[in-house]
Every structure is written in C-alpha cells, then in structure tokens.
C-alpha cells in the first residue's frame, strides 16, 4: 500500500489518487513524490552518500533543485530531526535510530505534504524507536506534515488522530485510537496485539473491576484505580 501511494507500484485495477492526481500518469511521477515521500523500514537501504549532508540533499538535487536553496533545504531538514551536529559525519557510524532520522530528513529536504513511513522502527532498539517517534510527532504535531505511519508496534499508534485496522487488503476497522483499542478480542482475532496498558485493563475487568475499556496510558490506569 505504501508504494501505492508514491507510485512505486502502479494498481492493476482501481485506482490511487495523490492530491488529486492519478498514479498511472506516468508524468505526473515527480509531483506526487514530491507531495508524498516514503521512508523504508530498513534506513541502510535509503541511504546512498558517504557523508550525511550529501545524503540529505540527494533528493533536492535529483529535483533539480540550485545549489543555494539545497543548502538551506539540507540545514533545515537536519535541524527538523536533531541531526544537525552530525551533517559531517559517515551514516555508517550512526545508531539506528540516528540512520532513520536522516533518512527522515532526506525525505523533509524534498517539502513533502505527506510522509508514508513503512515499519520504520522495526530493526531499532527501544531508545531508537523512541528517537524516530519523536521526531515523527513533532514532524506531525509542529511542523503539520500528514504522516501515514505503518506500524505492528500498538503503542506507536496510541497518538494517531486516526487508527486504519487492515487485512488481506481490506479495511476492517477504522476509529479513533480508543475506539480500536477498546476492542481488545476483534484485535486479537486478527493477530495484533493491543497497547499493554489497555491489555492490563481488559484483564482487570474481567474480573470484575469496574474501569474503563478503553485506557490507553500508564497515567490512565493510576487515575482509573486510584480515582
């Protein structure tokens, strides 16, 4: 679906459409990877310079963008994911987590609407995860790019503005974070885990405490059991 969406792949039957442009118009590529970037689960596979800068402003140049407006594209996408003390560096001696915040900013120097991230923390330790959830939510929060985050991590989803439950390629539900997570059994049927948190208060209710359903946060539980 990601690759749907910035016409890597191309629909057989139906159709995608990207602000209003149809992914089969092969002239229309450009305008749509430029509305909508993509940052891979694997951060090794999206980056391609030797030097963290030069990696960054890989997609202005391939835009055709001069010289002057790249460099200041490259300075500020760096300073969007806390990378900026870095822009000298080899990503090869990076942390994960510092990998896909400059894979994020590669992305951020093109001036995107849209950021589709597929898994992004799947290869990350936990201080990773936490490192590229952050910048995505300030991305999102601060900075108002529509992020479409694909994601098997149920606490990843708790901030959404909006949860799209799929399978098999059919969407089978779609609400509110709490609306989902409350439904702790459906999920389940479909092999997904739900927050812990909201697991513990399933738990609990079945036997026989009376608190809410749908209890999302830690902080959530305290004032639930200790009203």
């Not at 963290?52 to 010289?67: R, S, Y």
């Amino acid at each position: 679906m990601a690759k749907h969406i910035n016409a890597i792949n191309i629909p057989e039957k139906g159709a995608v459409w990207v602000k209003g442009i149809d992914t089969r118009d092969e002239s229309r590529v450009w305008d749509i990877r430029q509305t909508a970037g993509m940052v891979f689960q694997n951060p090794d596979n999206q980056l391609v310079a030797t030097i963290v800068e030069e990696d960054v402003a890989f997609g202005p140049e391939n835009l055709g963008i001069p010289p002057n407006k790249i460099r200041k594209r490259v300075d500020e996408a760096l300073k969007k994911v806390r990378m900026e003390d870095f822009a000298e560096s080899a990503p090869h001696f990076l942390s994960g987590g510092q990998k896909q915040r400059v894979a994020i900013a590669g992305i951020i120097a093109m001036r995107p609407e849209i950021i589709i991230l597929d898994e992004p923390t799947a290869m990350l330790d936990p201080a990773g995860r936490q490192e590229v959830m952050d910048t995505i939510n300030y991305l999102n929060k601060e900075e108002g790019i529509t992020i479409i985050h694909i994601t098997h991590y149920m606490e990843e989803a708790i901030n959404a503005d909006r949860v799209i439950v799929m399978e098999a390629g059919k969407i089978v539900m779609e609400g509110k974070p709490r609306e989902i997570f409350a439904k702790v059994e459906e999920l389940k049927a479909l092999g997904l885990d739900v927050p812990q948190i909201t697991e513990l208060a399933y738990e609990l209710r079945k036997e026989g405490l009376d608190i809410p359903a749908d209890i999302l946060t830690a902080e959530e539980m305290v004032k639930a059991l200790c009203p």
